[in-house]
């Protein structure tokens, strides 16, 4: 089955400075890539996704690029803001009929005023 | 328009008791699962379903067991509670079609076993 692999696990981050995460993906087949926002206590939210026919998506200070060939994607948080502070999971959906959403192990963003 | 509603949000049980996790949503969606969560651990697929009648194991199914009657219903239940299910679960659900469709997930339930 696919496996992915999220880093860093931890993240600290001045405000206004930039934040990256990396995931890799083992599963050649895997053609969507979300990623999702969790904060203490909440529901995972979706904050922006990528198919795997398109290398960059971006939506205002987010955006995330796919390497099909090396089978890594990453999240891009641009102006850093204090209510950016969350965990973040990546994570990749094999094409079928079974569609099964495996998840990266998360990322602990904290945004330090 | 509720989505994804899950019940109890907070429950805790003893060693051996079973329970069900309640889980319905009001989309129409064909796809519905279960992921439990641990600290460091992500989110782990428990079981999904593909539409009413039809259920299939994910990554972490022992322990559980689940049932799809109807299109808007997939509970979760638990035979014989131990430590080891000691966790938040999150049900899910989203439209079938091609893999970019949105998936929703429930608020989360908070179970402790004793």
């Known amino acids: 089955g696919e496996n992915v692999e999220q880093h860093p696990s931890t993240l600290s981050v001045q405000e206004g400075d930039s934040a990256v995460i990396k995931c890799t993906y083992s599963?050649?087949?895997?053609?969507?890539f979300p990623w999702y926002k969790q904060e203490l206590g909440k529901r995972p939210q979706l904050i922006i996704d990528?198919?795997?026919?398109?290398g960059e998506k971006k939506d205002q200070r987010i955006a995330v690029t796919l390497n099909k060939t090396a089978k890594h994607f990453s999240l891009h948080i641009t102006e850093t803001q204090p209510e950016d502070s969350a965990v973040y999971f990546c994570?990749?959906?094999?094409?079928?009929?079974?569609?099964?959403?495996?998840f990266g192990s998360g990322t602990q963003l904290t945004v330090l005023p | 328009n509720a989505g994804v509603t899950q019940t109890p949000k907070f429950q805790v049980l003893k060693t051996g008791q079973s329970m069900t996790l309640q889980c319905a949503q009001d989309?129409?969606?064909?796809?519905m699962s279960w992921y439990r969560q641990d600290p460091g651990m992500g989110l782990r697929l428990i079981h999904y379903?593909?539409?009413?009648?039809?259920?299939d194991q994910g990554e972490v199914p022992n322990g559980y067991n689940v049932s799809r009657s109807t299109t808007e219903d997939f509970p979760l239940r638990l035979l014989s509670a131990a430590p080891s299910q000691t966790s938040v679960y999150f049900c899910?659900?989203?439209?079938?079609?091609?893999?970019?469709?949105?998936?929703?997930f429930g608020e989360g339930s908070w179970l402790t076993v004793v």
């Open positions: 899910a659900s989203s439209y079938m079609g091609h893999s970019g469709n949105t998936i929703y």
């Open positions: 599963d050649s087949a895997s053609n969507y």
């Open positions: 990528i198919r795997s026919n398109v």
């Open positions: 994570a990749a959906i094999t094409s079928g009929s079974a569609r099964q959403l495996t």
């Open positions: 989309m129409n969606h064909e796809y």
């Open positions: 379903s593909v539409g009413a009648g039809i259920t």
